[in-house]
């Protein structure tokens, strides 16, 4: 009896705590549909706000450039992280694998400042370019371990049959090794995609003044208050997010990356 009482109060303070850490995004969601423009009362429902959303150049110009980052940036972590886990296996690179996991274990703005610094002492302008690098580096450091991970699992025979069938080893590479791995490569390249299209504080560091990625655009408009539009685009940043990491899951678990 005292176990099943302690079990019953354990389960309430869990559920508890997860409504006080997702109440905030219900009531962002719930907002975004309010009719006024101060949102401290609910007065009626109106997709007001998601129209002067849909009219603003400055918000699809920042969609824009988010969206050529996040995708140019997965694109290289996954080819970068394909030749290197591939290549690397033929000599005694994949030793370094360890530094890859740097990127998860530093904290973010210290690989943001360390972007600039290198920006700034080439002389590289500030811009979609420096972007595209800085979250391409982050990516790599989830792309390889995943692709890494998965690599392994395969058996080697595979990769020997067809070099002793008579393929090259780029044959090997593209016939083989790249079908075999599709799996973890979209789930890398999904989970590169959101982070990028998230991510705050590289772009701060590294986007210059010429390109402003949604990420900057809404903390530019807090910084002016809170508008009911930040609310609308939440919304659908938080809808776009779920639906890649959704996806993310479902083939996670198909493919047994991990």
Not at 48 to 62: G, N, P, R
Not at 75 to 91: E, T
Not at 98 to 112: K, Q, R, S, V
Not at 200 to 205: A, E, G, K, V, Y
Request: net charge positive.
């Amino acid at each position: 009896m005292k176990f099943n009482i302690q079990r019953y109060f354990l389960s309430l303070f869990i559920l508890a705590m997860y409504i006080f850490l997702y109440t905030p995004i219900f009531v962002l969601v719930l907002f975004s549909f309010n009719s006024i423009a101060f949102p401290y009362r609910w007065v009626s429902f109106s997709t007001q706000w998601y129209y002067e959303l849909w009219q603003s150049t400055e918000i699809w110009q920042a969609a824009k450039n988010s969206l050529i980052v996040a995708t140019y940036s997965a694109g290289f972590s996954l080819f970068l992280g394909l030749l290197w886990i591939f290549y690397g296996a033929q000599s005694k690179m994949r030793r370094f694998d360890l530094i890859f996991y740097i990127n998860l274990m530093l904290p973010e703005i210290i690989l943001a400042l360390g972007l600039l610094m290198l920006f700034t002492f080439f002389g590289i302008p500030l811009g979609l370019v420096t972007l595209i690098a800085g979250h391409t580096v982050l990516g790599l450091g989830y792309a390889i371990p995943i692709l890494s991970t998965r690599f392994e699992e395969l058996e080697y025979s595979i990769i020997e049959a067809s070099l002793d069938l008579g393929a090259t080893l780029n044959q090997t590479f593209r016939r083989i090794i790249i079908p075999v791995l599709m799996p973890a490569l979209v789930a890398a390249g999904l989970l590169v995609f959101i982070i990028s299209l998230d991510d705050f504080l590289i772009s701060f560091f590294c986007a210059g003044g010429t390109a402003q990625t949604l990420s900057l655009y809404i903390f530019a408009m807090i910084r002016s208050g809170v508008s009911p539009t930040i609310n609308a685009l939440s919304t659908i940043l938080l809808l776009i997010s779920s639906g890649i990491v959704l996806l993310f899951s479902l083939l996670k678990v198909r493919s047994r990356i991990f």
